[in-house]
């Protein structure tokens, strides 16, 4: 008798990950996050009663099976955990229906799941870093640069802070300007603008920012200048020119967004921008 790959899927993340205290543990922590550090997830399982010497080998069991079971996927640059309940929804509900849906439409269902167009409720507003950047298409130059940024630089250097970090393509069509990525921009506590490429959007949505004199912080990669109007403003210069150029220096890299960030939030009040420059006692109420 056949069984349906929804009911499947649902006994082996039971018998894989529900049934193992630990795992189900790792899984509850790390469920809709970017997976940390190895050494991490350690620390985390030792405080679970787990010898220290079996650590490791029980972190690298949990990524395993996370893996087989498809709730540890690449998503926007990173190793990230899925809920369990997402993954199953994204399977037929029967057999037969699991023959007739072609691998391309799997994968759309998947892409659609990986962006979901959530707005933070009052409460997590606070905790919101929205990441302005280029976006581009599926699978474009800029898609491949925005991803790597998001999770090689910009959550690492915010893992301190408790922010969670949101893009564009989550909460509405990449390219366009809806009324909830200006929500984002106006109510977030933060702001990571990325000006690589010289996106128009990008700019837009800064120039927001920068009028309401909110907690901003600019990044963009070497290869491009940095605009007349903001090249007397702090931005945060990320050497992609090859692997060897960029990945001796992420550290430094993360530590520099980690500073500014830091005494962004610790007087808003006080950056400066071109606007505030030229009109300091400009004051935006909404």
Known sequence: MDV???????ARFKLAIEQIPVFKALYEAQKGNRLPATTVLEDF?????IPAEDAKECVDIFIVNAKFLGILRPIAGAERVIS???AIEELPDSPAASEAVGTSTRTEARREKATPQATPTAAEW????FYISPIGEEGSEQRQHSDLFLGSVVEPALEEFGLIVVRADRIGK???ITAQIIEHVLRSKLVIADLSYHNPNVFYELCL???CRLPTVQIIRKLDKIPFDLDQFRTIQIDTTSIFTMIP???????EITTQVRTALKDPDSADNPVTTYYPKLKVEF
């Open 4 to 10: 349906a790959p929804r009911e499947q899927l649902a």
């Open 45 to 49: 399982v030792k405080e679970q009663e």
């Open 84 to 86: 369990i309940e997402q």
């Open 126 to 129: 606070d905790r919101t870093c």
């Open 174 to 176: 990449p390219g366009m």
């Open 209 to 211: 920012r920068h009028v």
């Open 249 to 255: 220096n992420l550290q430094i890299y993360k530590a």
